[in-house]
């Protein structure tokens, strides 16, 4: 029910009190068992979910309270928020929330006490930044990042880990595995698009070169790249949507094939949890430090010709692979060591994890969305419901993008 929306912390002297839409269930998973350990009395929550039909103080789980605000615009929004945080008299504010959260920042940039950005999008730009005290990062790009682009200087490290259900079964597998090696991928597919095309070309050399492998993708997005590879290997290629047993499923694959040229800190993560390496063609520095130590782990490679000669050393050696796998299930951090550093926030302790702060360049990321975000696309998200604004200072590209949608629409009426 919560896991798909952003939101926020507030603490009240000794207690803490939770504000905002969950983005993502990291934010539940991660921060408030850490936050919850130090004694909490009361956590409060927030949710602008219209579905929901009550507002006010609910029990939830560990959890004393829940709290639910409903709005229907942003003035209100800002409103309902900032009159919760006024009834409480919290001491502090916990940030974490998506790059575009009008309502939150608003709010943060009003407030008097302590204020923390819980950076969920180290690489995407993000409202907000002059409006936080401490700066929360995970790893040494984002903090490189938001001190030398954002001009954030109070910044501290606390690398993530993934969090297991080892109990968990195996769901299966969506084809017949019988004698088949698996290469398992996966994520949003817009990671896959730019970059020279060079994941789908990892992936027709893998399944051109190795008749006995099967390659599944889990996630969600526009298939249409992969639809071809799908046509190209026949009952060979399958994608899924994402999958709860995703621990399970890297136990029961070859290895991880990273995706490019935007990979997935938490995917890598997973994947040494399950000692499965996460196979990565580098692109610039956007995959550096998802794993502790991993520029001694030899997991990221600089071309094309080194990434497929690993590729092919742990399809055809599985002992090989296994060794390389084991290589990698010590580079995350556990519970206990990430509450830890939590609970630093809040005292005088030094943090464990120092920052390496590098000049990250990120002109080829940016070239990556720039040529995949034509003129067609960026007018057709100009198009949304309360478009109205939108109209009146780019009216050209809101009209031409209306006309694209709906051909969009029209094209797939006829091949129905």
Avoid at 147 to 166: E, S
Avoid at 292 to 302: A, D, F, M, S, T
Avoid at 337 to 349: A, G, H, P, W
């Amino acid at each position: 029910m919560i896991d798909k929306y952003q939101g926020y912390i507030l603490k009240k002297n000794n207690r803490f009190n939770l504000c905002g839409l969950f983005f993502v269930l990291l934010f539940v998973e991660y921060f408030l068992p850490a936050i919850i350990s130090f004694g909490t009395n009361a956590i409060v929550l927030s949710c602008f979910i219209l579905k929901y039909k009550f507002r006010g103080l609910v029990p939830f789980g560990g959890i004393k309270y829940l709290y639910f605000i409903l709005f229907f615009g942003l003035v209100i929004g800002i409103h309902e928020l900032s009159s919760v945080i006024t009834s409480f008299s919290v001491s502090s504010f916990f940030f974490y929330s998506v790059p575009n959260d009008v309502v939150g920042t608003v709010v943060l940039n009003a407030y008097k006490g302590k204020r923390y950005q819980i950076n969920l999008t180290d690489h995407a730009f993000w409202l907000g930044a002059r409006c936080i005290d401490t700066c929360i990062e995970f790893r040494d790009y984002g903090a490189s990042v938001s001190n030398h682009y954002r001009k954030i200087n109070k910044i501290v490290k606390i690398p993530f880990y993934p969090i297991i259900d080892y109990n968990k079964e195996f769901e299966g597998y969506p084809f017949n595995s019988e004698n088949k090696k698996i290469v398992f991928s996966g994520g949003a597919l817009y990671k896959t698009f730019g970059g020279g095309n060079y994941y789908y070309k990892i992936v027709d050399y893998i399944l051109g070169h190795h008749r006995d492998v099967v390659f599944w993708y889990a996630g969600n997005g526009d298939r249409r790249k992969m639809d071809r590879i799908i046509a190209k290997y026949p009952q060979r290629v399958y994608v899924t949507g994402e999958r709860n047993d995703l621990f399970q499923v890297l136990c029961h694959c070859y290895f991880y094939l990273s995706t490019y040229p935007i990979c997935g800190g938490l995917m890598f993560q997973y994947a040494a949890a399950a000692g499965k390496v996460p196979v990565t063609l580098k692109f610039d520095s956007i995959s550096d430090g998802f794993l502790i130590n991993q520029e001694r782990l030899g997991i990221e490679y600089c071309s094309f010709k080194e990434v497929i000669k690993e590729i092919d050393r742990l399809i055809e050696n599985e002992e090989y692979a296994l060794h390389r796998g084991n290589a990698v299930r010590n580079s995350i951090i556990c519970e206990e060591d990430f509450n830890s550093e939590i609970s630093k926030l809040f005292s005088d302790s030094s943090f464990s994890y120092d920052i390496n702060y590098s000049r990250i360049d990120t002109s080829s990321f940016r070239k990556t969305y720039k040529d995949r975000n034509n003129a067609r696309v960026i007018n057709e998200l100009l198009v949304k419901k309360d478009g109205f604004v939108v109209f009146k200072y780019c009216p050209v590209r809101y009209f031409c993008g209306c006309i694209s949608k709906m051909l969009k629409r029209i094209i797939r009426k006829i091949k129905r």
